[in-house]
């Protein structure tokens, strides 16, 4: 009898370490095929919403991720207008092209023969009314180069103290003219760091701070396949959307006092976050998360860096599924999967049709 006892009791325990081994192989089986993924990888198709970090916060984009390069191009404001003023002449005339005035006092100041040559004895004013009429300024610029070669094309250059003033007047705006008049001329301002990149170490440090300030305590990052997580998050997860290096160690959370964040990126914009961080309840009212000023600039506006790093790692949750919200970026597919209605004839000419029908048997 108790040899079969023995023989139960070896039984048991080789069932249970066979059944321990299976359950860790068999998981670790689903994924070993998978390369994990790196941050870079992450990086190769930047979404639109991290792009965009780039166009709404340019001041804070440069500072966070050019500053700290010794041999960067490009480090503040003021490399920008040396740049486009040395190597980009015409971008800059485009950008910051002077008024008639400004420049008949630069002509005047800077060679009063050639003026006088093409003026004679009329008045600043008068000057400045010839060459503001379409019908005789032609006439008069050729008097200007006449009288000395290029004077009057070197009148719209800009000195680059002069271009430095109006980057750091409207820096958003002059950048999204640079592009829009030279698209060579921004990739040159931001040639330095790729998007790639600038998105691997934001996703990185943005990896970090979300750890460090406990948001997978409050919110997971897993859609369980039971309960009402489908009807609220859509697809349940899957083993390739986490192995990559952004989930070591893995997040799927405790519990859910806020919203799960697997499917979130693209949901809310850029301004949308920087406005629930610095004060939740301003965008969402029945909001208990805490304010996170700290991610952002004095003016409570613009994120810093840690501000765009974790705004980056947000808004690439969930990038890798079609999950995002009625918007400008899957337009197209509304617009398919709601045709327009037909045209249904309105209901008083139906009433006029019957009615002549009507007359029409009588």
Known sequence: MERFKFIFVVAGLGFFIFSMAL????????????????AEDLSKNPPIDILLLKEQYPAAYIKAYFSELKDAK????KDIAQLLCGKYPKVVTALFDKTIAQRLAWVKANDSKAYAAAFKDKSDEEALELMSDDFESEEYID???EATADIWEASTKVSVEE???????DLPHML???RLADPSAYDEIFSDRTDTDVMAQALRQGHQIYIGNACWHCHSQQVRPWGNDIARYGQPSYP???HNELNRPPLWGTRRIGPDLVRNGGKQSNDWHVAHFYRPKDVSPYSIMPNYP???EKDGKTPNKKG????????????WQNSKQENIYNLNNIQRENPKPQAVAPIKEKKKESQADEQEEE
């Open 143 to 145: 008097l200007l180069n």
């Open 240 to 242: 390739e959307e986490y």
């Open 163 to 169: 271009a430095l003033a109006l980057l750091n007047a």
């Open 176 to 178: 999204l003219k640079v």
């Open 23 to 38: 359950s860790a192989y068999l998981p670790a089986a689903t994924v070993v095929h998978f390369k994990e993924q790196s």
């Open 294 to 296: 700290w991610l952002l």
């Open 308 to 319: 765009l790093a974790i705004i980056t790692y947000i808004q690439w949750l969930g990038s």
């Open 74 to 77: 490009i480090k503040n404001v």
